[in-house]
């Protein structure tokens, strides 16, 4: 039987490298809904290729795509826009497998309709976790969701837990021996620059990641380390553990993707090379395993696996992620939500790479903490927390 996958935000670098899966293995599965923004010519490439029933687009790019559809006789494609679209296709009965690929807040209601249609999940999307963590993980035990982590990190670390780990246990890290997760992080373009170099960042230097090939928010996000701090939390939220048992260790090669240690002294890794087909093909097919084009890993081939703490002074954002977690309740969504605000200010020119992180901990300050149990509250904070950010960047700008 074939099962029809959707792809929310198929246009984008994970949707590439899920596209690129998928077209192995089509006698498994079939593209049955993409999703895409900005780019539209890129998702009438994909109709073109992988013929889905359902496309979504934003309102006002609906009339554009229809005429470039019908020009290349695609006439049979449905199309629907905006957040009714997306949560629409997540949903959609004929759907058994979600690809939450879309960047930031924006995939949240997608994903979590995802997971309240019981669907397999495979999370990319780490933004709508750490926005709704308690939410989406009791949605996903309600709905009999299969939620499978796609960050190669989280994916790593699935791999190294035990395979009848059971995150609905909070006591299980304990009785199953494990002692903490390693999360691994390459530390970014700017490992290795002064304090004062970081200063005077270019957007174009801050997305040129050394391992990996992402989209912008996500490339700045690992320049600055808030990427390690929204993983830390999605770490939290996705195994169960607490933050505590979370230590985060910079290893620049990217071939270790994370660690599990144990009571008994066993260190548990997941290595291959830095490709997102790995961990994509792992949570599309798992517990079974397919074929993917990544090369295995040559270990002859020079590698050198090196390992150190990472420099808070230089890159504050990790730490400021681990208080959000440690407050819990809404900080959370304030911190995401003013770290996508600052991200995109920085890729506009508007404020200096050092300044992302000090705008996020003014916003962290300024908002007071509540608990996140309502959709209505997080979807409040993110608001409120976006708002207070632009604010601050208006009153810097003049
Ligand atoms: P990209 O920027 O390459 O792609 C983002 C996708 O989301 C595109 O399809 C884009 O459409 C779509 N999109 C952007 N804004 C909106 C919006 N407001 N509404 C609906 N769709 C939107 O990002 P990545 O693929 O790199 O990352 C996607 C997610 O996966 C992120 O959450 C990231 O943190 C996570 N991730 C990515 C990894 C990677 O290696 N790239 C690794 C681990 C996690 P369009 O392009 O048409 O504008
Ligand atoms: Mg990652």
Redesign the pocket.
Known sequence: MRQNVCIL???????DSTLKVLAQHTAQYTVFAV?????ID??VEICLTYRPKVVVVPQEKKQEIWQKLQHHNLVDIEILSDEEG?VYIASHADVDIVMA????A??LLPTLAAVKAGKRVLL????ALVMSGDIMMQEAEKNNALLLP???EHNAIFQCLPHDYNTKNTEISLSQGISQILLTASGGPFLNSSASDLEHVTPAQACKHPN?S?????SVDSATLMNKGLELIEACHLFNICESKVTVVVHPQSIIHSMVQYVDGSTLAQMGNPD?CTPIAHALAWPKRIHTSVPALDLFANHHLDFQPPDHQRFPALQLAREAIQAGGIMPTVLNASNEIAVDAFLNGKIKFTDIPKLIDFVLNKIDNVAANSLDIILGHDTLARHTANTYIQSKGQ
């Open positions: 935000g198929a246009t984008g670098s994970i949707g999703t895409g923004y900005h780019r890129k998702l997306l690929a879309i960047v930031g924006a995939g990319a999307n780490k933004e796609v960050d190669s990996w992402m989209g912008q928010k996500i997102m």
